[in-house]
């Protein structure tokens, strides 16, 4: 089992631990991975909407580089993941289009792109190519007794028509990886809203809000922590999460905190797998998971 790891900006700028975390899991698993070298943001659907040819230029030559070691890519990351993988599919379905991108993409790299590859995030690789139970024998500290709440964001799920994994509307894929681990999955409505990390540019204080909401609804659950697998959603959930809840506190009169771990999640597989909060690079994250390493430790 090999890819070709397209790591994106997030994990090898903003949030280094999720490189960090990603590379102890598939090693320990013994998932072959190459890395891209020669690759470029996937533009987070901003350049998609300024200048639609230059982002899919940009992203084909990602997708050559991989397919001319005749290997899917594997992300790490949900917005590359819909954008990336979005792209992808409207360059396999639609033959003229692939050709006009690949007269820019041949004029500038030499390179030329043929539709064969596939995306792939890890969330999708391990519960499909790898399998649920071959993951399960690799748990030696299972988190049993440990509510884990889901936030999957936007772009893992949707487009719809591009994003065929799992169903946008009622997803499993994380509940299947929390419940492999020993953990329980927390239901709650906001697991697969937005997290709110695109608006901040243009409404600070709805951002906000919609943090607070979606950490909010999953502590009332029940949950010990959050896990998600794109690191712009953790960026919104774990940066923004003292200022989310001051807004609460303003805006609506909450008086309790937040207090909600929020984890990659290769970090929540590492901790399962035995790997140590300083080995999966958790001291990183601004919102503290000192309590909820300690119920681990309890556990163990």
């Not at 899991?25 to 639609?52: R, S, W």
């Not at 936030?151 to 169903?167: A, E, N, Q, V």
């Not at 960026?235 to 989310?244: C, G, H, K, N, P």
Request: aromatic share 8%; proline share 5%.
């Amino acid at each position: 089992m090999k890819y070709a790891y397209y790591p994106g900006c997030a994990a090898k700028g903003a949030a280094p631990e999720l490189h960090q975390a990603t590379m102890k899991v598939v090693q320990k698993l013994g998932i072959e991975i190459k890395e891209l070298m020669a690759f470029n943001c996937c533009g987070a659907g901003v350049i998609t909407e300024a200048d639609p040819d230059l982002a899919y230029t940009l992203n084909a030559r990602t997708l050559a580089t991989a397919e001319k070691d005749h290997l899917d890519i594997m992300t790490v990351c949900g917005t590359c993941q819909g954008v990336l993988g979005g792209i992808n599919k409207k360059l396999q379905g639609d033959d003229a289009l692939r050709a006009r991108i690949n007269v820019a993409l041949k004029e500038s790299t030499g390179l030329e792109y043929h539709g064969t590859v596939e995306v792939k995030h890890l969330q999708w690789i391990l519960v499909k190519d790898f399998g649920i139970d071959a993951l399960k024998t690799f748990i030696s500290h299972p988190l049993t007794d440990l509510s884990i709440a889901p936030f999957y964001g936007c772009y893992i799920l949707r487009p719809s028509s591009t994003s065929r994994f799992d169903d946008w509307e009622n997803p499993v894929s994380l509940e299947k990886l929390i419940q492999a681990i020993g953990a329980h999955p927390v239901p709650y409505d906001g697991r697969t809203k937005c997290c709110g990390f695109p608006v901040f540019l243009e409404k600070e204080k709805i951002a906000l809000s919609m943090v607070g909401e979606r950490i909010g609804e999953a502590k009332e659950k029940g949950g010990d922590a959050m896990v998600t697998p794109c690191p712009l959603c953790h960026m919104s959930l774990d940066i923004y999460q003292e200022r989310a809840e001051k807004n609460r506190q303003r805006e609506k009169g909450f008086t309790e905190k937040l207090d909600m771990p929020i984890l990659h999640l290769p970090q929540l597989l590492g901790l399962a797998m035995g790997f140590t909060p300083d080995e999966l690079g958790m001291k990183r994250h601004l919102s503290p998971t000192g309590s909820f390493i300690d119920k681990i430790e309890s556990q163990n």
